[in-house]
């Protein structure tokens, strides 16, 4: 009577070796978002709202790890030589993606070969500010006193590879200006010392100094953004000066090279909704934000687009390493 039932068993034990084995569902545990600068900063609140959001739709802990350090690029090393198995994300910026490989080939990655870009999370729009004990009231008087000085103008940005950096040195080449930057580690140091009139102008995001713009502590020359900002409207645009200069210093997700398709779209299409909702819209246009809802294709042509735009202001600027 036992021999039917081995070999029962055995004919279950052949069928289900047959049968692949179904791949687990992603994510089947913890994802980690790696946030590439310091803790409280612009993109550790933007990684920590998609994390939120992200966690809470498929039903599983999305973290937020901090790896700042060289710039940011430590972080995005990390990710860039992570498996494409869905468990690691990066939040990118204008910086690490574009302006910061362009000027050191040897950075370490390659954002258009070792990376896989997921989605557009949000940008915020650079200022140009001066001191509100200034008497330069308009970017047309900053112009001007400019041209009058026997020695470039001085500025503050948050780095060299900084997109208030990129911004600085495109108005620069169109209106024939000289400049002399003094990077800072970061945004608040800067602005104290333009309040301070240490330095003659920063380029901080509109983030970064909406509070000294709103006590009036600094006067906003112009904005990169392409139209005025509603929360800010007696700052008027680049453009509408004069200037062919829009841009923002934008964060993006991403993964490690070759991340499956499906992945990417069910992340892209998450992290679009957390960005839709009425409370982000409300925190990004508080924090001087800008969203812009892309699909993943649509994030990398973006992505190029950056990179054809940016490569000829580096070149020009002679800010290639050797």
């Not at 990077?183 to 301070?196: C, F």
């Amino acid at each position: 009577m036992k021999r039917p039932c081995v070999a029962l068993l055995a004919l279950v034990v052949a069928f289900g070796a047959a049968v692949p084995v179904r791949a687990e569902e992603w994510p089947s545990r913890p994802v980690r978002i790696v946030n590439t600068f310091a803790p409280g900063g612009a993109a550790d609140i933007l990684a920590r709202v998609v994390a939120d959001h992200l966690s809470e739709a498929f039903k599983q802990q999305f973290f937020v790890e901090t790896r700042s350090g060289a710039g940011g690029t430590i972080g995005v090393q990390t990710v860039a030589n992570s498996e494409p198995d869905g468990y690691n994300f990066v939040i990118t910026t204008l910086s690490l993606a574009i302006i910061g490989p362009f000027m050191n080939p040897r950075i370490g990655y390659d954002p258009f070969k070792d990376l896989t870009h997921v989605a557009y999370i949000a940008g915020s729009p650079i200022l140009f500010i001066v001191s509100a004990n200034n008497e330069v009231k308009s970017l047309k008087d900053f112009v001007a006193r400019s041209k009058a000085s026997a020695m470039p103008l001085t500025y503050g940005s948050s780095g060299l590879q900084a997109a208030g950096h990129m911004v600085a040195q495109s108005f620069a080449m169109q209106a024939d200006l000289r400049f002399d930057i003094i990077p800072y580690k970061g945004a608040a140091q800067s602005i104290i010392d333009v309040v301070a009139n240490h330095i003659d102008f920063a380029t901080p995001t509109v983030t970064s100094a909406s509070g000294q713009l709103r006590g009036g502590a600094v006067t906003g020359l112009a904005v990169s953004a392409d139209q005025r900002l509603p929360d800010y409207p007696e700052v008027p645009t680049f453009r509408e000066l004069g200037y062919d200069l829009v841009a923002t210093n934008w964060f993006g997700l991403a993964g490690p090279a070759g991340l499956p398709p499906d992945i990417v779209r069910r992340v892209n299409r998450e992290v679009n909704v957390a960005m839709a909702k009425p409370e982000s819209q409300q925190r990004m246009r508080e924090d001087g934000m800008l969203v812009h809802a892309m699909d993943a294709a649509q994030f990398r042509k973006f992505i190029a687009d950056e990179g054809v735009r940016w490569k000829p202001v580096i070149e020009r600027a002679g800010l290639i390493e050797k």
